[in-house]
Antibody
Framework: EVQLVESGGGLVQPGGSLRLSCAAS????????MTWVRQAPGKGLEWVAN????????YYVDSVKGRFTISRDNAKNSLYLQMNSLRAEDTAVYYC????????????WGQGTLVTVSS | DIQMTQSPSAMSASVGDRVTITCRAS??????LAWFQQKPGKVPKRLIY???NLQSGVPSRFSGSGSGTEFTLTISSLQPEDFATYYC?????????FGGGTKVEIK
């Protein structure tokens, strides 16, 4: 069974940093693209970033470029999101999800971790 | 960037109704479209992939159609457990974009 478990969320002041983690199990992590998606309170879903299997390709939504960095450690079956220069508008539940071919794209999601940016 | 325009944004329907939700892409995306269901406080769940393929375990009353720029999610006979918010997602090109969502409420 595919499992994705996020951690690392919490309360952070504007301008601060936070690192989210996503522990994967139940599938061969190193063979899948992975993604982060977020959802602000009461709002819709927003794609944040994708990373290729070996970490060589990364894509970001414009609003986080230069502030967020997606990375992975295939030896640890883990995905990360380093978030710097956080703003109030980054407040959201952050989900990791499996990407890959059209057949598995976003088929499995973690339970999410809440990031609150506030003074 | 490809914009995904989802309509309606909200609707009221009764159990047994046929429900249709539409997503229009601002440019062609072939069949790189998925549909998700999200209930309050829950994780999004994929219903349809590649525009028209039913996710394993999803009831057959859900169906998807379309290609190019216009896509439809249909619930043939709405059930009580189907009251939720539905989103489309295009993954043809970056940045990936979701539709704004359709909240299906009880009439």
């Amino acid at each position: 069974e595919v499992q994705l478990v996020e951690s690392g969320g919490g309360l952070v002041q504007p301008g601060g940093s936070l690192r989210l983690s996503c522990a994967a199990s139940g599938f061969t992590f190193s063979t899948y693209w992975m993604t982060w998606v977020r959802q602000a309170p009461g709002k819709g879903l927003e794609w944040v970033a994708n990373i290729k299997q070996d970490g060589s390709d990364k894509y970001y939504v414009d609003s986080v470029k230069g502030r967020f960095t997606i990375s992975r450690d295939n030896a640890k079956n883990s995905l990360y999101l380093q978030m710097n220069s956080l703003r109030a508008e980054d407040t959201a539940v952050y989900y990791c999800a499996r990407a890959g071919s059209i057949f598995v794209f976003f088929d499995s999601w973690g339970q999410g971790t809440l990031v609150t940016v506030s003074s | 960037d490809i914009q995904m325009t989802q309509s309606p944004s909200a609707m009221s329907a009764s159990v047994g109704d046929r429900v249709t939700i539409t997503c229009r892409a601002s440019q062609g995306i072939s069949n790189y479209l998925a549909w998700f269901q999200q209930k309050p406080g829950k994780v999004p769940k994929r219903l349809i992939y590649a525009a028209s393929n039913l996710q394993s375990g999803v009831p057959s009353r859900f169906s998807g159609s379309g290609s190019g720029t216009e896509f439809t999610l249909t619930i043939s006979s709405l059930q009580p457990e189907d009251f939720a918010t539905y989103y489309c997602l295009q993954h043809s090109s970056y940045p990936l974009t979701f539709g704004g969502g359709t909240k299906v409420e009880i009439k």
